[in-house]
């Protein structure tokens, strides 16, 4: 299983990234305009609009594969199976609540240290 979602990552990943230079490499819609007056893309491989026509499938195809990766990557991750005691809801597996302890007498001790905390000479409050 893992073997798969490695494999589609990395087939997502592929995608995006060509999607992302196809996105690049194509011409905005304000270069039409001077191409078609004489921009001398006739002569260009894909003719005169052979290249947005090939540029823009092949951005859509990219998509297309980027888009079903992601569902399928969504999908397996949901259909991975957690173990018996992970299943249920998040609330189900919330901390238990500790009984309420009566309150201990303040006695300058923090919890954790060697000594006991003794008040400085100026934090009594009087002025």
Not at 55 to 84: D, E, Q, Y
């Amino acid at each position: 299983m893992h073997i798969w979602m490695n494999l589609i990552l990395v087939l997502q990943i592929l995608s995006a990234l060509a999607m992302i230079g196809l996105v690049l490499i194509q011409h905005g819609k304000g270069a039409d305009m001077g191409a078609s007056f004489g921009g001398g893309s006739s002569g260009s491989l894909f003719g005169a609009t052979g290249s947005a026509n090939f540029l823009s499938r092949s951005t859509a195809a990219c998509a297309t594969l980027f888009f079903c990766c992601t569902l399928a990557l969504a999908f397996m991750s949901n259909s991975v199976r957690a173990p018996a005691q992970e299943r249920g809801s998040v609330l189900d597996r919330a901390a238990p609540v500790a009984p309420a302890e009566p309150s201990a007498p303040a006695t300058g001790v923090i919890p954790g240290s060697l000594t006991p905390a003794t008040p400085a000479s100026g934090a009594t409050g009087a002025n």
